[in-house]
């Protein structure tokens, strides 16, 4: 992994497209987390509209300052999810071991659960469960964030597919440097369909949460050092981490396996591919379990998005290795580079076939949209002046305009269009990718289509794209159309959609939509 790939030539357009607004911007000024003591003697004072009622898994969960051992030598200054279970099974958290990450917190559909936030950061914060259909109170909007030493309650009740989704912080303006020091966890949803496939599972069901982070010559994270390069382009380290360690390798057993690939980076894309060339087989996406497995020579992996990969390393040697790369593509920073290892190290033979059906999906019609033909569109561009904006726009907390409040109960097609040409009618401007994540819901991706000045790049990762079941965030390359199909359902409100690449979406590449009775 080298430094950007971003040229002198790319740069100095968008110097030249009005990246005014980021200049003094300080988003991304310095901010270590030295700067910022804990303030954990603060009394916890309750900020939500929780109500009492009787839950199945009651969590206490604090973002705070902490230490760990990332690299030889001095450990690494973070900030770290921490969780307690007040009530509920007894593998509702499962701590990864030598790492900032937070634990996994396991759920069952269904299940009514309670999550006490205490924030014990210097700083506002506030947690959003990525992917999961909840009420807006419980969607970790930027609005509701809370001060240091404040309490939020979280209340929902489990109504997702079995599958691999995540938390981490959403402040505005604040996400990027905030999960770049260490506040993410994966959030793992099971159900009886999945029960019932017999997957890998226990010890041969591995999360893999892969970052990308810089260090400075004393072990410590660092962020922003490229200014406003870094909040067109998006954070991109030069150090790969998987599950927060260095160099990772699995400890494998000769048998198969379920990785659940996860995509924390702030701005990274990966182009993951095994390096022996045996092909990828997917078996879920951010949404859950495909109908039946799909084979991929590589995967295309953007920022936020997870698939859940099933592997049979019977028949390997042990004392092999096999190492998980990511290979090269137009992505920015798209050079080759290893991602993880895989070390055989105990024989077993163990027959656990891949089952043919994975699971049922009744799929939304696109012809019951209520809007079909004419899709509610949403431009992605540099606008003269303000960074990256959808449809000309950026953020602002609680505004909605006009095309952005939809039905409770409609079925609708929007498309995500990333305009090559640059902002306000300008040729030749600055493109990149924009992986477009949609709050509150699971999408259904029923077309693509690529201008012929993109098409180029596209062809470096479109084979990776796993269009074949639900995701919540969709990766639009420059050139690129992407039309999908949502459903607006049980929750009015204000929710959010954004590109997650988070330097973007911090400097205002997020909207709200809201839905109305
Ligand atoms: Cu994973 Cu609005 O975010
Ligand atoms: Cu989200
Ligand atoms: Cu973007």
């Known amino acids: 992994m080298t430094r950007k790939t971003l040229n002198r030539r790319d740069f100095l357009r968008l110097l030249a497209y009005g990246s005014a607004a980021l200049v003094g911007g300080g988003i991304l000024n310095a901010c270590s987390p030295e700067d910022i003591a ?62 900032y990450l937070g634990p996994i917190i396991n759920l069952q559909n269904g299940q009514r659960v309670r999550v006490r936030f205490t924030n014990e950061l210097s700083e506002e914060s506030i947690v959003h469960w990525h992917g999961l259909h909840v009420p807006v109170e419980a969607d970790g909007h930027p609005r509701l964030v809370i001060k240091p030493g404040e309490t939020y309650i979280y209340e929902f009740t ?179 580079f290893p991602v993880a290892t895989v070390r055989f190290e105990r024989e077993e033979s163990v027959s656990q076939p891949l089952p043919e059906r994975l699971s049922t999906i009744v799929w939304h019609n696109p012809a019951e949209a209520v809007n079909g033909n004419a899709p509610r569109s949403f431009t992605l561009m540099m606008g003269m002046g303000r960074g990256w904006t959808i449809n000309g726009r950026t953020f602002e907390m609680t505004a909605v305009a006009q095309d952005e409040i939809v039905k409770l109960g409609d079925l609708e097609a929007w498309e995500f269009y990333n305009r090559l040409g640059g902002g306000m009618g300008m040729g030749g401007g600055m493109a990149l990718p924009h992986p477009m994540h949609v709050h509150g819901l699971q999408f259904q991706v029923i077309e693509r289509e690529i201008d012929p000045a993109g098409r180029a790049d596209w062809e470096t990762l479109k084979d990776g794209y796993v269009d ?50």
């Open 158 to 336: 489990v109504d997702d597919r079995a599958g691999t989704y995540w938390y981490h912080p959403h402040p505005h303006g604040r996400t990027g440097p905030q999960a770049y020091y260490g506040l993410a966890g994966l959030l793992l949803i099971h159900d009886e369909e999945e029960q019932a496939l017999n997957l890998p599972s226990g010890d041969y069901d591995v999360p893999l949460v892969l970052q990308d982070r810089t260090f400075d010559s004393n072990n410590q994270l660092v962020y922003g050092g490229n200014g406003m390069m870094d909040q067109m382009m998006g954070f991109l380290g030069d150090t790969m981490l998987v599950n927060g360690q260095k160099d990772f390798t699995l400890a494998a057993s000769t048998r198969p396996y379920r990785l659940r690939l996860h995509n924390g980076s702030n701005s990274r894309i990966y182009k993951l591919a095994w390096e022996d060339s045996t092909p990828m087989t997917v078996i879920a996406t951010t949404g859950g379990l495909l109908e039946k497995p799909a084979q991929r020579e590589y995967i295309t992996l953007a920022p936020a998005q997870r698939v859940d990969v099933w592997v049979d390393f019977s028949g390997r040697q042990v004392g092999e290795q096999l190492r998980l790369v990511s290979l090269p593509s137009a992505a920015p920073d798209g050079g080759a």
């Open 38 to 99: 804990a303030g954990t003697a603060l009394a916890p004072t309750d900020a939500s509209a929780g109500a009492a009622g009787a839950v199945d898994v009651e969590i206490a969960l604090r973002a705070a300052p902490s230490e760990v051992q990332i690299l030889p030598g001095t450990p690494t200054r973070v900030w770290q999810y921490q969780a307690e279970l007040l009530k509920g099974p007894a593998d509702t958290l499962v701590p990864l071991e030598n790492t």
């Open 468 to 517: 074949e079941g639900w995701l919540d965030t969709v990766l639009v390359m420059p050139g690129e159309r992407v039309k999908i199909l949502l459903k607006f359902e049980d929750f009015t409100g204000l929710y959010l959609y954004h590109c997650h690449n988070l330097e973007h979406e911090d400097t205002g590449m997020m909207r709200n939509y809201r839905v109305d009775a």
